[in-house]
């Protein structure tokens, strides 16, 4: 690639957050929508940079997710917000089931100063940051750990989780697509996430910015199936209509 110095900035700015708009990196570089455009076509046709409708994001494959320890670098700050969002809104005293992923583990961090707190999970990550609040019960799910993440998944997970009902459940997931259905990589660990929707009386979803229009192959459930929506900016078109049509409350943790 022989790109100039704005469109190596370009780049490394949708690298850092996944997925962004045309109209924010317009305002984040100082440059005009049309250099953006014209910068975004050129970084695509070198397959760089994929586009959708409104905005660009990094090339990933819809098979396979992107490594533990890098997920757990990406998007940190947000996820971070996310987490503390997520923390004001839950009340002490209530049951919980915390899913697979690092925004689920930034939301155990949160958590912590919580009382009461009755946690199922199939995340020894989140078992293991819980453990350290001592006005909290942590339940963790039987089955299969998967080394990469220590998450635990299989048949045995779903018929353990299967014996709770839950206040909330909250989920994150690898990507929420256009056409409003909610995404991720592995069958084993959407089976578990399936379950887990199923045996909460509200679900709320954890997921930043980046994870809008990113392609994933297998469908874990859609919009309608989720009460709260929790991100770190405002999601891009379609999806507050999408939000809207399926009644979900938006929650986005701004910077401070």
Not at 129 to 152: F, K, M, Y
Not at 190 to 199: D, E, H, L
Not at 224 to 242: C, G, K, N, V, Y
Request: proline content about 3%; overall charge neutral.
């Amino acid at each position: 690639m022989n790109s100039n110095p704005r469109q190596i900035n370009l780049l490394d700015t949708v690298r850092a957050r996944g997925s962004v708009t045309v109209e924010q990196l317009a305002d984040m570089l100082g440059v005009t929508l049309q250099t953006v455009r014209r910068d975004v076509q050129r970084l695509a046709d070198e397959g760089l940079l994929t586009r959708f409708h409104g905005g660009v994001r990094v090339p990933s494959s819809t098979t396979e997710n992107i490594g533990y320890q890098q997920r757990e670098t990406l998007h940190a700050e947000g996820k971070a917000r996310i987490a503390r969002r997520v923390a004001e809104l839950v009340p002490n005293d209530c049951s919980l089931i915390l899913n697979i992923g690092t925004t689920t583990e930034a939301i155990a961090k949160a958590l912590l100063r919580h009382t009461g707190l009755r946690v199922i999970t199939n995340n020894l990550n989140v078992a293991t940051i819980l453990s350290g609040n001592t006005s909290c019960e942590v339940i963790v799910a039987g089955g299969s750990v998967r080394q990469r993440d220590r998450a635990i998944v299989g048949e045995a997970t779903i018929d353990f989780i299967r014996q709770f009902k839950v206040d909330i459940a909250l989920i994150g997931v690898s990507s929420i697509e256009a056409d409003g259905s909610l995404r991720d990589f592995d069958l084993r660990e959407v089976k578990v996430a399936q379950t887990i929707i199923a045996q909460a009386r509200e679900v709320w979803l954890a997921a930043d910015a980046s994870k809008f229009n990113r392609p994933a192959m297998i469908q874990l459930g859609t919009l309608s199936q989720i009460d709260r929506l929790f991100t770190d900016a405002e999601p891009p078109a379609p999806f507050a209509d999408l939000l809207h049509t399926a009644q979900v409350r938006l929650e986005i943790a701004r910077e401070n």
